[in-house]
């Protein structure tokens, strides 16, 4: 789904040069739930930014659902992203004078799909999240798990190859986060390739593989354990 | 897409109400104060006889002495009026389709009602064809026929006015009017009618209202009309009675010719006629006769000065000034937008697309300013009307200003944010994840 080789991506200044990643490269198979941790300045949100199509990459090579995606224009990047990844943000970034329906509807206008299409797939989505008798909804009347299963109901509408969550319960109570999580568990269960990134490592053990980053560089991999055992130790 | 953009456009107006008004008010104002100024400028320079101003010709001859030219500045310029005997002639011999010959003047209307006082009312004397050659309209009766210009007949067609004052504003055919002491017949009573520049007799203003009444031109000499009119002369004549007067070198009638045929043919009536007159020891200048049709005689008298344009350069200089300030709101309201940018070129929106948005944005601020601006036109047409009391029908905003305004606001508005929305459209698809 994902490969990733040697992809070095530095940020210039008037005065430095701050090289995010290092000759990075990994790789994430489809239908694979991937945790990405690491400390700050690791380079994991640029890494997510590059896997999601949204900064390019000084050098390297990216494949992204076996096309390579390396040298793509503006343009093309922004319709394969539309097309291939769902996003997830922590801060939920949905549009606060649009109700549900219309929030899970940007990304939709973007793939000029038929209107009677387009409802559909809302309906599902928000069906799917639990909330589909509040699509006259705005933001506001929400709580903040309500609002991050509103943007993951607008990541799936698009029926997306893979979901990129960055920090999708940092903004939310244990109770919400747990919540959020059982719903990427549910998604990831029926075939959807998910790759979070997090600081949180008790979320990263329910991931079916973490990928450790330090300085931009992959330091490690480690695979989950059964859920069943993360719950037992989560609860503990 | 359209349609989906023009709704965001709206949600994002209500988002910024102040910003907004701002805009709207800066493009109203602009509009305003540039429509304004064009709807008269498009009155005064309009043409007032669309379908059939290339067959009315106006009608000059060189009747001026040899010493000097009617006009020191433009020899090459015929006097504008006809002395009243070659007016006589020409409409005498009949030659073009309908020919009216034409001056001011004015008579003292007896009313029957013995209560009320006698009034001065202006006339236009004219030949019966002259209804029938400008497209009067009537609403009762007719004008007079060439019979009746033959014979002297006193006739008279009112305006739906002078009708409304001296008959109630009943169907008045037939029915008797005393002016100076003689007795009138009503042939007819004209609907409103305010051709605008008043084309056919821009000698004595082009923007003046439509005389009270017409009566014919035949009668000139059995009633010893006067004009109210302009006249020129260039001989010392002696002049001690009305017949003098009629067969003096003074020019104080207007005449105009419709014609089916090519000008040509008509100039060389004109030489003809006047190579006829110069065996009798008159036109001592070269042969310099002419025929203008509506919008040359518009153009010749100078009827739209150059300080409209002048001023019509201003203001729209100050739709620009207008359009500069809407750039710089435009700028702060979208710079405020930078997030929701950013996350919709997250979720797939190209750059093109933002684009569009925007300029849609800036198209719908500019169509709510354009409307806004309509009305301030209507305000400052109304201002002008009230000002220079100037007839009503100068200052109307009709279909074609309106539409005018609305696409100027619209285009203008979209050059404007075409900078804005560029620098928005740069805005990278990133922000919003390196905000966490």
């Known amino acids: 789904m994902l490969q990733m080789t040697d992809i070095q991506k530095i940020y210039r200044t008037e005065l430095v040069e701050t090289h995010a990643l290092r000759d990075m490269s990994l790789a994430v198979t489809e239908g694979e739930f991937v945790a990405v941790t690491g400390p700050s300045g690791s380079g994991k949100t640029t890494f997510l930014n590059i896997a ?30 539309n097309e291939k990844i769902g996003f997830i943000f922590q801060s939920f970034n949905l549009i606060p004078d649009l109700n549900l329906f219309e929030n899970v509807d940007v990304p939709l206008r973007y793939r000029r799909l038929p209107a009677s299409d387009r409802k559909q797939r809302i309906h599902n989505a928000l069906e799917t999240v639990g909330l589909a008798s509040r699509m006259n909804h705005l933001p506001a009347q929400l709580s903040g798990g309500q609002q ?89 | 897409m359209f349609t989906y953009n023009v709704k965001l456009a709206i949600k994002s107006m209500r988002r910024n109400p102040m910003m907004t008004t701002l805009m709207v008010a800066a493009i109203a104002v602009g509009i305003g104060i540039s429509m304004t100024t064009l709807s008269v400028y498009y009155m005064m320079n309009g043409n007032p006889i669309p379908e059939k101003s290339d067959k009315l010709f106006a009608v000059t001859l060189d009747s001026w002495g040899a010493i000097r030219p009617f006009d020191d500045d433009r020899p090459e310029r015929a006097p504008h009026q006809l002395p009243y005997q070659d007016a006589e002639r020409l409409a005498g011999l009949a030659v073009g389709k309908r020919q009216a010959a034409m001056f001011e003047s004015s008579l003292i209307i007896e009313p029957a009602n013995d209560e009320e006082m006698p009034f001065e009312a202006t006339a236009r004397v004219t030949t019966g064809d002259f209804f029938a050659m400008f497209n009067v309209p009537f609403i009762y009766g007719d004008g007079w026929d060439r019979s009746a210009d033959a014979a002297a007949e006193p006739m008279v067609v009112l305006t739906r006015q002078l009708n409304e004052r001296l008959f109630g504003g009943e169907d008045s055919v037939g029915k008797w009017v005393t002016m100076n002491s003689t007795r009138f017949q009503v042939a007819g009573v004209i609907d409103t009618w305010e051709p605008t520049p008043r084309f056919y007799d821009p000698i004595n203003g082009g923007f003046q209202e439509v005389n009270e009444m017409f009566i014919p031109f035949s009668l000139t000499r059995v009633l010893e009309l006067d004009s109210i009119g302009s006249d020129w002369g260039w001989k010392a004549e002696e002049i001690t009675s009305f017949d003098q007067w009629l067969n003096s070198e003074a020019s104080w009638i207007q005449y105009f010719v419709e014609l089916d045929a090519d000008r040509d043919e008509y100039l060389a009536h004109l030489d003809a006629y006047v190579g006829e007159q110069k065996k009798l020891g008159r036109f001592e200048r070269p042969m310099n006769n002419n025929v203008y049709d509506v919008m040359e005689w518009m153009e010749y008298h100078e009827v739209v000065a150059n300080d409209s344009r002048v001023l019509l350069g201003l203001s729209f200089l100050f739709l620009v000034v207008c359009l500069l300030s809407t750039i710089t709101l435009l700028l702060t309201k979208f710079i405020g937008k930078k997030s929701e940018t950013s996350l919709r070129r997250a979720l797939g929106a190209s750059r093109t697309i933002i684009f569009r ?24 047409l109304q201002g002008i009307q009230y000002l220079y009391e100037s007839p009503p029908g100068l200052v109307r905003l009709d279909w074609v200003i309106m539409s005018t305004a609305i696409a100027i606001a619209i285009i203008c508005s979209m050059v404007a944010g075409l900078y804005p929305a560029w620098r928005v459209c740069q805005v990278p698809p990133a922000t919003q994840l390196k905000a966490q």
């Open chain 1, 148 to 236: 991050q299963r509103v943007a993951i109901a607008r990541a799936l509408a698009g029926e997306p190859r893979m979901l990129l969550a960055d920090e999708p319960t940092g903004n939310l109570d244990s109770t919400m986060a747990g919540q959020v999580m059982e719903l990427l568990e549910d998604i990831h269960a029926s075939g959807t390739t998910i790759v979070m990134v997090t600081h949180d490592p008790i979320l990263a053990e329910r991931a079916d593989r973490n990928i450790h980053l330090i300085d931009g560089q992959v330091s490690g991999h480690s695979v989950a354990c059964a859920r069943e055992e993360i719950l037992q130790a989560a609860q503990a």
């Open chain 2, 357 to 380: 948005q925007q300029i849609v944005e800036v198209a719908v601020i500019g169509f709510a300013g354009g409307l806004t601006g309509l009305l301030l036109t209507s305000f400052g």
């Open chain 1, 52 to 81: 999601g199509l949204l900064e390019s990459f000084e050098h390297g090579t990216f494949m992204l659902d076996g096309k390579d995606v390396s040298h793509l224009s503006d343009d093309d990047r922004s319709i394969y992203r």
